[in-house]
T-cell receptor, first 113, second 115 residues
Framework: KNQVEQSPQSLIILEGKNCTLQ??????????LRWYKQDTGRGPVSLTI?????NTKSNGRYTATLDADTKQSSLHITASQLSDSASYIC????????????FGTGTLLAVQP | DAGVIQSPRHEVTEMGQEVTLRCKPI?????LFWYRQTMMRGLELLIY????????DSGMPEDRFSAKMPNASFSTLKIQPSEPRDSAVYFC?????????????FGPGTRLTVT
């Protein structure tokens, strides 16, 4: 069964600190892996997209990694800001005819001053 | 571009009533997706269209749900009759397919409460 699991479910950190969010997936065939940020009351917004051959992708203070062998990804946030408080969702796009997106349930990050 | 537009933003209705959610995709995008988000299950794909044609509706919960896309700039998701367990945030997203990395752009969502 195609699944995406994220950890931790929630996280509280102090402003300025770094953090790493984890994503494990069992999706086959694999097309790409995406990280989305969802602010409260808003729709998800894409942060990074990585295909099989890419093992790291950065977007400002966000750096995503992908290990296609172990089927794991991480999202590292550097020097966190209050505006980083949001839900971070790992999404894997399955290959094949339908290109279906399989969503994780997200990690809720709270950055405190 | 205004992005994906959804209406209404909030809907409160009584059990048994018909609910219609609306979506206007980004101009030029040829794929449209309807999602439902709850605390328990996260984001779930309900149905998606390519060039106005429904491709995969396996996520539609039951016959009470129906979706249409009469043209490239408009889609509706209808629930009839609505039930309290339908309470959720419903998102519409659109995509312009370019190679393997077609990005999906989400609308702001419609928060549905069925009492």
């Amino acid at each position: 069964k195609n699944q995406v699991e994220q950890s931790p479910q929630s996280l509280i950190i102090l402003e300025g600190k770094n953090c790493t969010l984890q994503c494990n997936y069992t999706v086959s065939p694999f097309s790409n892996l995406r990280w989305y940020k969802q602010d409260t009351g808003r729709g998800p917004v894409s942060l990074t997209i990585m295909t099989f051959s890419e093992n790291t992708k950065s977007n400002g203070r966000y750096t995503a990694t992908l290990d296609a062998d172990t089927k794991q990804s991480s999202l590292h946030i550097t020097a966190s800001q209050l505006s980083d408080s949001a839900s971070y969702i790992c999404v894997v796009e399955a290959g094949g005819a339908t290109n279906k997106l399989i969503f994780g349930t997200g990690t809720l990050l709270a950055v405190q001053p | 571009d205004a992005g994906v537009i959804q209406s209404p933003r909030h809907e409160v209705t009584e059990m048994g009533q018909e609910v219609t959610l609306r979506c206007k995709p980004i101009s030029g995008h040829n794929s449209l997706f309807w999602y439902r988000q709850t605390m328990m299950r996260g984001l779930e794909l309900l149905i998606y269209f390519n060039n106005n044609v429904p491709i995969d509706d396996s996520g539609m919960p039951e016959d009470r749900f129906s979706a249409k896309m009469p043209n490239a700039s408009f889609s509706t998701l209808k629930i009839q009759p609505s039930e309290p367990r339908d309470s959720a945030v419903y998102f519409c997203a659109s995509r312009a397919r370019t190679g393997l990395r077609g990005e999906q752009y989400f609308g702001p969502g419609t928060r549905l409460t069925v009492t």
